[in-house]
C-alpha cells in the first residue's frame, strides 16, 4: 500500500529535508514516528528537499506500508508524537503509480522579505531583512524576464548536482503588503539555491543597483558569480507541489492564504 501525506514544518533547529548522519533533519524525524504507528521502518519520499532553515506549507511525501491503519492514524497519530515545528495536515491511501518527487508537474515557494530599516522581532527567522526600501514593481519587471525556459546557471550553487541547468519558470510574482515583500515562484523544477539567489538578484534591482533587464542578462552570461547573493534560508518556505489530476492530491493553498 502506498501512502501520501502533506507535511507542513519550520526548519529552524534542522539540518533541512534530507536525513545526514551528524545531525536531526525533518525526515528522520518524521520516518521514526511513522515507523512507531507503522510498527515496521518507513522510508518517505518527498516532493522536493528543502535545505537547512527552509520551511514548508505543504510538503507532500510518500512512503510504502504492508499495514493498514485508517487515514487519522497517520495525521492524529503522528502529530501526537512529532516535534511542535512539524505537523501532518492530510493523508491518503493513493495509486502505487503516484511519486511525490517524479509525478509532480510543478513546485511553488514563496519568499519573505521584511523591508524596513528597524529588524524584525516577532518574525525573526521567518523572514529575511533589507533595511533599504525596496521597489517591488521594478523587481517585478526584473521578474518577468526569468519566465519560460532557460538556462538558469547563473542562479545555482556552485555545489549544485543538477545534472542539467535548464528549468520552466511558469510565475514569478513580486507583491509588497505594507513592510513585507513577498516572492512567489512556481517551476517544473528548481536548482539548489535557485530561488534565493534569484530573489538575491531581485533585491539588487529594487534597490536600484541593477535595472531589471540584468535578470534577463545574467541568463545569457550563465554566471553564477555575477548574480545577487544567495539569502538566508529563514524566508524561505515550499508551498506545495502540482500533480496530474489522476492522483487526487488535495490542493492545500488554503494552509498558506
Not at 492514524?73 to 491511501?93: K, P, Q
Amino acid at each position: 500500500m502506498r501512502i501520501a501525506l502533506a507535511v507542513e514544518y519550520n526548519g529552524h533547529g534542522y539540518c533541512g529535508w534530507q536525513r545526514q548522519p551528524h545531525c536531526l533533519s525533518v525526515q528522520q524525524a518524521l520516518e521514526e514516528v511513522l515507523s512507531r504507528i507503522a510498527d515496521a521502518p518507513v522510508t518517505v519520499i518527498c516532493a522536493g528537499r528543502t535545505d537547512t532553515g527552509v520551511h514548508a506549507h505543504a510538503q507532500v511525501v510518500h512512503f510504502d506500508c504492508e499495514a493498514e491503519r485508517p487515514d487519522k492514524a497517520w495525521t492524529y497519530g503522528a502529530n501526537s508524537t512529532l516535534d511542535r515545528r512539524i505537523a501532518v495536515h492530510w493523508a491518503g491511501s493513493v495509486d502505487d503509480r503516484f511519486h511525490a518527487r517524479f509525478s509532480a508537474l510543478s513546485r511553488s515557494y514563496r519568499y519573505l522579505i521584511h523591508n524596513r530599516p528597524t529588524r524584525p522581532g516577532v518574525h525573526s527567522g521567518l523572514r529575511s531583512w533589507v533595511n533599504q526600501p525596496l521597489d517591488h514593481e521594478l523587481m517585478q519587471q526584473a521578474a518577468d524576464y526569468l519566465l519560460g525556459t532557460h538556462d538558469f546557471s547563473s542562479f545555482r550553487s556552485a555545489d549544485c548536482q543538477a545534472k542539467q541547468p535548464v528549468r520552466t519558470v511558469k510565475a514569478l510574482h513580486v507583491k509588497r503588503y505594507g513592510d513585507q515583500i513577498m516572492v512567489e515562484i512556481t517551476a517544473n523544477g528548481f536548482l539548489h539555491n535557485m530561488v534565493r539567489i534569484i530573489v538575491g538578484s531581485l533585491v539588487k534591482v529594487g534597490k536600484r543597483e541593477c535595472p531589471p533587464a540584468w535578470l534577463g542578462e545574467l541568463l545569457q552570461l550563465r554566471d553564477r558569480r555575477l548574480a545577487g547573493a544567495t539569502l538566508a534560508p529563514g524566508g524561505l518556505y515550499f508551498l506545495q507541489p502540482t500533480y496530474p489530476a489522476e492522483f487526487a492530491i488535495p490542493d492545500f493553498s488554503t494552509l498558506w492564504q
